[in-house]
């Protein structure tokens, strides 16, 4: 889920000719962005700050004094930027804590300096549901507008209006909430707004055409931002690309969904894989990748699956011990299987939830097959070059 003054993201059924090109799995406790470091922990929810949101402090301040503002201007600048993106926290955990009420984890939380990012590891499953999640990010904000409303009333504070922007502290900060709520109800999908209206569809229609639709408001809408910001603020702008963007892609996760509808693992697992054994040196691996075109391998001690040897643990271990290093001292223990039988688009979800590469496939306890996002890719534009004629025909074992 995405808003602005707050985002709140799901970790995306990417296009698997892309995320192919990814070479590991990154830790599953690592930030979504580069550059993040960590300031707390909340209700087991990390919560990061991206360097370039204390570029964006410093900025002000710099700002402030370079205009001979003073430093008490300085000061009450930074404060209110402060507290703007604790509401964002805020708004943040409303989407979080709601999700973890329909079962749905948050990964962590980052501060971003257009707003807030929340890594959902998937969506609710009911539209009712993620109409909820979608809606508790706005009404955290909203909560906040009245809870200040009632000090400035307290305080005998002018209520000033959301254009006044040398008001009080309070009174700004209430204005401002208020500002964000609204913004982030408008209907530019993958934002809060756009969100509800999927899930309203999707109360009515297939969620792969809710998604469609959506998605095609959200661009209409980044233009409208665009358009208007041009002349307003290149803030708006930059907000339209990030709108933009995010609405082609969760178009392109409904169109690779809609393909892969129907299809199960066995249509896209590799058969003709190559195994490498726990004592087996690296360079073993390396021969194989540049001998063909398989990038992971399950470690087989005899018939026994005992972990995977992903491309980026592979280029991990030759960085940390070289080619003499034994794979067991590269591998993943933690294994992600599937069954032969499984929805295929659902075995992509979980590749991705799951920030997964490769996933061993499994029958009877012994190993058929490897999928690979990879794999699926080249499946799909199979599927695309078959344009007008029927669907590429795949094994059927």
Known sequence: MKNFGGVAT??????????????????????????????????????????????????????????????????????LIVAVFTTVVLHEFGHALMARRFGVRTRDITLLPIGGVARLEKLPDKPAQQLLVALAGPAVNVAIALLLFGLVRLLELPVGSAFDSGGPLVTQLMWINLSLAAFNLLPGYPMDGGRILRALLAMRTAPERATQIA???????????????????????????????????EHSVSTVKVALAGLSVRHAMITGFRTVSPMDPLWRAVEITLAGFQQDFPVMDGERLVGVLTHGDLLRGLAMGGANLAVHQAMRRELETANPSEALDGALTRMHQGEGRALMVLENDHVVGLLTVGNIGQLLALQAAEAGGTRVQTRTR
């Open 10 to 79: 799901v970790p995306r059924l990417q296009s698997p000719a892309s995320s192919a090109a990814a070479s590991g799995s990154p830790a599953r406790n690592a930030p979504a962005l580069r550059w993040s470091w960590k300031l707390v922990t909340v209700s087991g929810i990390d919560v990061y700050v991206h360097g370039t949101f204390l570029l964006l402090i410093a900025f002000v301040a710099f700002s402030d004094l370079v205009a001979g503002r003073g430093v008490a201007t300085m000061v009450r600048g930074t404060l």
């Open 215 to 249: 998605a095609r408001v959200g661009q209409g809408v980044a233009v409208i931002f665009g358009l208007v910001g041009a002349f307003v603020s290149p803030l708006l702008m930059v907000i339209a690309v990030f709108v933009w963007l995010g609405a082609r892609a």
